[in-house]
């Protein structure tokens, strides 16, 4: 028996593609808003710990002194977070926070969430990451639907929306999601033409990431990039620019790495008790990943096989690149439980990967 294909309604179905979209984003919002909470003692909530320097940061900006600013924080986040926060709110001021040399320079987020949080509070912090994810999601929507891959687009958004750990990281009070955004923000500025445009949207990237959070190693990846897609001087320049940006951040690390070795009088810890600590952040994260994440798990592998495949993709080189940047951020900080926290950059641009592998014959890399 034979079936007609009704192409009325394949074209009513195509019509309803962007909003099949926005419904996905917005059901992966509003599920991220009710069902927050610690999972095998996880912390899937909304507001993290990490997340307290930054609202500190946005309400200093708007004015307020340190007492007020840190006792709303601390004030927040005890009813809020998750987490155990009864602390002195002396904590995360400028003068005593411990943790003062890793986020000294992160000052972007704080900054784009400013208006946000004189509007709503503290839960303003939140809006940032949700808009900019919002915009990931409508762009890489129009790629899908310039490349005939609406099918594709649409199941790859659900799954990495259903999922444990993408919306857990994307929508969060952290400067993970803000990298991850502006990072993938080289793929459109990648297709500016004119020079002196190319060398200004560069430097911005550049400017933004490093005040974001420690982004030397995915900067690096993108030079290598331009460099092997033979734009030497971009590639020079993109991996001067962003060392040169990176050093402040370097020597705070540095001096806090002496200073601690002095107080608790360690020697350094050898390249063999870092490997083993590399080796056992990744089996235990992979481990995590498979068992409570397996479908992101096995889209995570099915992009590596194709941008494997396809390498000459830039897409492709991305992905890979953004997924060892991350791998070995997460093994030099050794903290375990952070699932994929650091590959963010490569989870937003594996739909593209996708995309440019089921892409009809006659299309070229959607990135090209």
Known sequence: MRYKVNFASVRSIVNWYIPAVIACFSIMLVARFILGKTVHGLDYGLYFPDGVHYAYRALRYLGNSEIVASNDVIGWFSLHSLGNFDIDPN????????AGHIVEYRIFYSL??????????????????????GLIYLYIAVQGKRTDTKAITLVVLILLGASFTFPRWMISNLTDPILACLLFLFIPLHKITNQKLKFISLTFLIVATSLTRFSLPFLLVIAIVLIKRKEIMNGIYMAFVSVIAAVPTLLNLFKSRIAESTVTEETSITFLDRLVRAIRVIVIEVGQLILMDSLLFILILTGIYLSLRHFSALESQLFVGFLIAGTLLDCYVGEVGVNMRYQLPALVVLPLVLQNRFRKPAKQSILL
Do not use: H, R
């Open 112 to 133: 784009i969430s400013t208006p946000f949080v004189y509007l709503l509070g503290i839960p303003g912090m939140l809006v940032a990451p949700i808009i900019l994810t």
């Open 91 to 98: 904590i995360i001021t400028e003068k005593y926070n411990p």
